[in-house]
């Protein structure tokens, strides 16, 4: 298989998520088709030549209008982010290769229910399966169990409520894990799975210590290992 090829990518939306977190839109004419669970890698050039390169879910549902839509997190140390956060601006293009990535990733002829487990920004890859659902597949069931620190720090909460309200067979949790909080555990995984039933397919994504708490939660509640996909990010 010959390497994926960089692409030029052109900002053509910029909004507001949450505080720490924008969204981007990106028109780029991919050589393959995105599938939901995907990611792209985007690199930077300085003038001197030196470049920064990082790897960014896609939170849009795949589509043929050429437009890709990332959730972008400004960390501080961050070179990519900081330059999305502080600097970038619509007309600007950047260097995208992808998409990148084969197992963590859902098609409609998949099927359900679909049992979806997020933390933090790991909920982005998640909103893409969501997306791609409500058009492809809206009588698939799926139960999306979503973790932060504070509600103000949940991503597309606005969206994920309205979808619980106009989408029948959709479902999700908000776990706060803040003061008076919880971090996951057997009795939240129960929860999940009384009001979806047995899922066929699982998707964590988070942290490698969240990812590693869910997935052991689910092999213990009797979930088989082979129907639950992990992806995680940091150290």
Not at 169 to 178: A, R
């Amino acid at each position: 298989m010959k390497p994926l090829p960089w692409l030029d990518a052109t900002i053509v939306g910029i909004g507001q998520v949450i505080p720490r977190v924008k969204c981007f839109r990106l028109a780029v004419t991919l050589d393959r088709p995105a599938l939901a669970g995907q990611h792209v890698d985007i690199r930077l050039t300085a003038p001197d030549g030196y470049q920064a390169q990082r790897s960014y879910s896609i939170a849009s549902a795949p589509s043929p209008d050429g437009i890709v839509e990332l959730m972008v997190e400004g960390l501080p140390e961050g070179e990519v982010s900081g330059f999305f956060d502080g600097v970038a601006e619509v007309g600007d293009t950047v260097a995208l290769r992808g998409p990148i990535g084969g197992a963590f990733v859902w098609r409609p002829e998949d099927g359900g229910p679909l049992l979806l487990i997020g933390g933090g920004s790991g909920v982005v890859p998640l909103l893409a399966m969501l997306r791609h659902r409500a058009i492809a597949a809206p009588d698939v069931p799926v139960l999306l169990v979503y973790s932060v620190r504070e509600a103000a720090e949940a991503i597309a909460r606005d969206e994920l409520d309205r979808r619980r309200r106009d989408e029948p067979g959709f479902d999700w949790i908000l776990n706060l894990t803040g003061e008076g909080g919880r971090r996951i555990d057997a009795a939240l995984i129960g929860q999940a799975l009384e009001r979806l039933g047995r899922p066929r397919h699982t998707f964590i994504c988070g942290a490698n210590p969240f990812v590693n708490t869910a997935a052991d939660l689910l092999v213990d509640a009797g979930l088989a290992p082979g129907t639950i996909r992990t992806e995680r990010f940091g150290g």
